[in-house]
């Protein structure tokens, strides 16, 4: 393995742990849990969290240049706006459905790319900004993801906990 | 630059995202809202928060190899028990101090690695066990507890948005 190789393979460690970790949180409640707990008073309900986590795993599709994303109808109740007891929600088993889909298959898609591959541009960059910044690459976006998600699961936790 | 140099970039650079904006929660605090605010109702607060992650930091000048680290007397009130208000604290102004230190000096030192080192066993692993899995090394460390502050910073963000 190259180092390069081996650099790529603890930054999907570190995905992987910490999706693992949030998809426990989320598959031990059950549905009725996942609409009434709220990480604190007045604050997001964890169907809001296993949303938004969705909605934002599956726009890596789109950004990593990995192909159509499956859920983009997700953004604008879970990303574009904060959470909302007046909005018709998706059913909380179709939101753990996607959760797996998407998780599963960018996992695999992860797998797939090359050590190079991980440090080209990302599809939300130009060609004239990632020749100025080549950090601004595929695993930026992966570890910006990754603490984004553990962002929430400190949060998720509260309402477990 | 090389792949390998610009996987540690990008690494360091999320590290040191995650770092300013927790940074930023706890500088625009007074001392007294430090010790009042939590992040909901009979959990942390963020005086603790901001003593755990100090001693977090500190620990990872021994866990990389990075020399003794500067504060080792904070993981008994910040890292073996939980927050608990019968404890005397270190004063506000101290522990803000000491966050601030252990930051600069941290960045500082990634800064001064190689790429290769940054694949390097941390101290917490043996050589044998590092022979058996090279993804268990420094730079597993660092995306490690940047997904831990990341985590905090989310419940911190709870108290103070």
Same mark, same amino acid.
């Given at each position: 393995?190259?180092?390069?190789? !081996? ?45 938004? !986590? ?34 018709? !929600? ?62 929430? !699961? ?8």
């Amino acid at each position: 393995m190259t180092s390069q190789q !081996l650099s790529v393979r603890v930054a999907i460690n570190s995905w992987k742990l910490v999706v693992e970790r949030a998809d426990k949180v989320f598959s031990n409640l059950s549905d009725s849990q996942l609409l009434k707990k709220v990480v604190a008073p007045g604050r997001n309900r964890l169907i809001y969290l296993l949303g938004h !986590l969705t909605a934002i795993h599956d726009a890596m599709f789109s950004i990593l240049g990995l192909g159509p994303r499956l859920h983009p109808e997700l953004d604008a109740i879970f990303v574009s706006e904060p959470d909302n007891k007046q909005v018709q !929600l998706p059913a909380a088993s179709d939101l753990k459905r996607y959760w797996d889909e998407v998780n599963r298959k960018l996992l695999s898609q992860f797998e797939s790319l090359s050590a190079d591959e991980w440090l080209q541009r990302h599809r939300a960059m130009s060609e004239e900004d990632y020749a100025k910044n080549p950090a601004r690459n595929r695993l930026a976006v992966l570890l910006n993801r990754t603490t984004h998600t553990s962002y929430h !699961l400190g949060q998720a936790l509260l309402a477990v906990e």
